[in-house]
């Protein structure tokens, strides 16, 4: 076995060329290179949220025309016209005469009615100032107005002859208005004194008693 030579215990291992190394690194990148150009989204569609985007080449949509025709006539059911019914006529008043047969008595009104002049300009006056001393304002008398305008006509000796009611305020019986003066009968102050009360008691003021007359035709 021959002898080493003295001072050359290791010896130093060969290293790669030059040539090598760009040889390997240029392989490499051709590889990757050529996997992508083959199969771009490989390796990407293993993610399960990856989508492939939809192209779009700019070209419009088709579209088909179909010729045909139609018909925009239209026809309407045939209606009649029923006229509303007619509104009832107003009630008619009769002034109160005395019965000379009964001595004084009319049966429309119930009992003995004294001939009476009426004058519905100074019952208007004595009912504004009784509408204001009940705390009501204008707006209530101008209600009041209209509701006796149709009841009366403001006429202390009105008398409807289909239903009795008498007065002012049209109380059927007249002989209600006794509650509030034994005068009822010709006193145009007791009536409306009367009335005033009953349209206080049930509608609270004129202008309810007067919007449900204008609702029922009668308050």
């Known amino acids: 076995m021959p002898a080493r030579k003295a001072g050359r215990a290791f010896e130093r291992p060969r290293s790669r060329s030059p040539f090598t190394l760009f040889l390997f690194a240029f392989t490499a990148a051709v590889a990757v ?3 992508n150009v083959v199969d771009p989204y490989s390796g ?7 989508q492939v985007a939809e ?3 700019g070209e419009a949509t088709q579209t088909l025309a179909v010729a045909a025709s139609y018909d925009n006539t239209f026809t309407r059911d045939g209606y009649s016209v029923i006229a509303p019914p007619p509104p009832p006529p107003p009630p008619v008043f009769e002034e109160a005469e005395e019965d000379s047969k009964s001595g004084g008595s009319s049966k429309k009104s119930g009992g003995a009615l004294p001939k009476v002049t009426a004058d519905p300009g100074s019952a208007q006056a004595v009912a504004h100032s009784m509408v204001l001393a009940r705390g009501w304002g204008e707006d209530q008398f101008s209600c009041l107005v209209a509701l006796w305008n149709k009841e009366s006509g403001w006429r202390v000796n009105a008398a409807n002859p289909s239903s009795g009611a008498y007065g002012i305020p049209q109380a059927l019986p007249g002989s209600k208005m006794g509650s509030a003066g034994s005068d009822w009968a010709t006193n145009p102050a007791t009536q409306i004194s009367w009335g005033l009360g009953y349209i206080s008691g ?3 003021t004129p202008c309810g008693a007067w919007g449900h007359s204008q609702a029922k035709n009668w308050y």
Do not use: I, K, L, N
């Open 55 to 57: 192209r779009y080449d």
């Open 44 to 50: 990407a569609t293993a993610s399960p949220y990856f």
């Open 33 to 35: 290179v050529a996997v």
């Open 202 to 204: 049930r509608y609270g």
